[in-house]
């Protein structure tokens, strides 16, 4: 049996929610891949909620519950054990510190670069952990969700009619994507009981904090732990409801700037729970690093201008690596509307 490590109790950062109990969407929508509306339904849930739940979605259950095992294990090591697949800088292993500019979280996580050779990976075979069934458990998921973000991206471009209709998909299929993976644990939070926070269920200890995503789309699948939370556009936090069995869709940034707005990138963020720990695996996919970037001209209504400036998505990257998670990426980018 896997036992994953004990968290200590440093102090975090805590949200108060604004209602009392949460929230849980209950109509997130849900996008049936295999199923002829699945077109219009992405393009409707990109522009009201820059988010979705995918069923149907292709990526094998067993290559799923194989790297949740292998991540499980990685995760249950000794921390200086963890500690050799080298700092998340950019990419390794990282402990409650997200990012180079002061973001804490009740997390600790695996951050990769999709086209790295994972035979680089310096992983310990200590106790269940075995180096190679983690790599290869690495690659099949990856292939397979890769495929994934293939197909919704050419379902995007479709619904939206506009040529090719692979636009958004040759993006992150290309060799040189910049695409990351990232296996984020969230381990139980026995702190949010012993500061009496227990009688108090609208304080939260956050696991990972607000923020939108930089890339173009990002495909998350997680354990049944509850913490995701999405805001709708009002600013409610509202609850995702886990589900094991499919993956939940972030429109990112550049996919907003690719719409010119239409499709929006979704704020999110993951409480951390009292009880359970909660095991995340998210493919972000990228651009190529020297991609421009800019609103498609197709997409730019008659009468309406460009909202954004044409950037490459290594000047996007340079900027949103400097900034710290909450803050607003895209009004660096922004057109000022002419008066
Ligand atoms: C958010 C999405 C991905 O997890 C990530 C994150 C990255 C990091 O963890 O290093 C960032 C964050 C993310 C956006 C702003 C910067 C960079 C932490 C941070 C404070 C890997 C990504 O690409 O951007």
């Known amino acids: 049996m896997v036992v994953l490590s004990k968290p200590n109790t440093e102090k975090y950062t805590y949200v108060r929610n604004s209602k009392p109990a949460p929230i849980f969407l209950s ?34 259950m067993d290559a799923i519950t194989r790297l949740e095992y292998e991540a499980a294990n990685f995760f249950s090591l000794p921390l200086h054990e963890k500690h050799k697949a080298g700092p998340a800088n950019p ?8 990012g180079r500019n002061g973001d804490t979280g009740w997390v600790e996580y695996l951050l990769l670069n999709t086209n790295q050779d994972f035979n680089s990976l310096k992983l310990s075979p200590v106790s269940e952990n075995n180096p190679e069934k983690f790599r290869s458990a690495l690659n099949e998921y990856i292939t397979a969700v890769r495929k994934m973000a293939r197909e919704i991206l050419d379902l995007m471009a479709e619904g939206l009619n506009i040529q090719p209709k692979n636009v958004f998909s040759r993006l992150v299929t290309d060799k040189q994507s910049d695409s990351v993976f990232r296996l984020n644990h969230y381990p139980p939070c026995p702190e949010l009981a012993m500061n009496g926070v227990k009688e108090d269920p609208t304080e939260n200890k956050i696991g990972f904090g607000e923020h939108t995503d930089p ?115 895209l009004c660096h980018f922004e057109r000022i509307a002419a008066s």
């Open 215 to 329: 890339q173009i789309i990002a495909l998350l699948r997680s354990n049944n732990t509850s913490g995701l939370q999405i805001s709708l556009r009002d600013g409610t936090w509202v609850s995702v409801p886990p589900d094991q069995s499919s993956f939940f869709v972030n429109v990112g940034d550049s996919l907003q700037v690719m719409t010119n707005g239409r499709f929006k990138s979704v704020k999110h963020r993951v409480l951390a729970n009292q009880f359970k720990s909660r095991l995340s695996m998210i493919y972000f996919a990228g651009p190529p690093l020297n991609q421009k970037i800019a609103p498609l001209p197709s997409l730019i209504l008659t009468g309406k201008e460009s909202l954004y400036k044409e950037f490459t998505w290594f000047e996007y990257k340079t900027s949103a690596y400097g900034t710290r998670l909450a803050d607003n990426r």
């Open 27 to 60: 109509n997130i929508p849900l996008v049936d891949l295999s199923k002829p509306d699945a077109k219009s339904l992405i393009v409707k849930a990109c522009e009201d909620f820059g988010f979705f739940k995918v069923v149907n979605h292709g990526v094998p």
């Open 91 to 98: 990419f390794g292993y990282g402990n409650k510190h997200i």
